[in-house]
T-cell receptor, first 115, second 112 residues
Framework: DTGVSQDPRHKITKRGQNVTFRCDPI?????LYWYRQTLGQGPEFLTYFQNEAQLEKSRLLSDRFSAERPKGSFSTLEIQRTEQGDSAMYLC?????????????FGPGTRLTVL | QKEVEQDPGPLSVPEGAIVSLNCTYS??????FMWYRQYSRKGPELLMY????GNKEDGRFTAQVDKSSKYISLFIRDSQPSDSATYLC????????????FGKGTHLIIQP
């Protein structure tokens, strides 16, 4: 399977714990995006990378959230001191520059439940 | 007011019917308009995208954009039970290279 993969698929944690999610983009895709989707809502943009550079961060990305893409390949999203409001599906997407339209391909998501 | 408004439904129609889904938006800088389909507990998958105003057809799907009214639509002809899913409109200022702005999604049910 050469699509976007995310790990883990499900994560249950207690309030106050730190969690880290991983995203592996489609090979050779240079852009990588993180979104958050809560029940009954559309995905909300969090941040994106072009290669290893983090180019944009949404105001939704509080200080407790940090994302990295150290070698321009996979990315991690860490949430520190989780809160119940962080419960959501965290989606990763990737795209390839070089065209007038850059289709974003989404992974299956990581579902986070904070107890 | 959110940047993109979309009726969440559910919208239930009989098999074979023509389905009309739509979104309105407020940001006149949006240039690219997309429709994604999302099955339960899966990531969204792109159905179609349109640049600026106009129509685009792909099989049973037709996308329309009216930038003067800030209104976009997706039509599904000869709807099938397998079309039952949540349909998300999404918009971008810069060719999809930036973060997308999504609507809430419309939950569509095609009754056999």
């Amino acid at each position: 399977d050469t699509g976007v993969s995310q790990d883990p698929r499900h994560k249950i944690t207690k309030r106050g714990q730190n969690v880290t999610f991983r995203c592996d983009p489609i090979s050779e895709h240079n852009r990588l995006y993180w979104y958050r989707q809560t029940l009954g809502q559309g995905p909300e943009f969090l941040t994106y990378f072009q290669n290893e550079a983090q180019l944009e961060k949404s105001r939704l990305l509080s200080d407790r959230f940090s994302a990295e893409r150290p070698k321009g390949s996979f990315s991690t999203l860490e949430i520190q001191r989780t809160e119940q409001g962080d419960s959501a599906m965290y989606l990763c997407a990737s795209s390839l520059d070089g065209k007038s339209y850059n289709e974003q391909f989404f992974g299956p998501g990581t579902r986070l439940t904070v107890l | 007011q959110k940047e993109v408004e979309q009726d969440p439904g559910p919208l239930s129609v009989p098999e074979g019917a023509i389905v009309s889904l739509n979104c309105t938006y407020s940001n006149s800088a949006f240039q690219y308009f997309m429709w994604y389909r999302q099955y339960s507990r899966k990531g969204p998958e792109l159905l179609m995208y349109t640049y600026s105003s106009g129509n685009k057809e792909d099989g049973r799907f037709t996308a329309q954009v009216d930038k003067s009214s800030k209104y976009i639509s997706l039509f599904i002809r000869d709807s099938q039970p397998s079309d039952s899913a949540t349909y998300l409109c999404a918009m971008s200022e810069g060719g999809g290279a930036d973060g997308l702005t999504f609507g809430k999604g419309t939950h569509l049910i095609i009754q056999p």
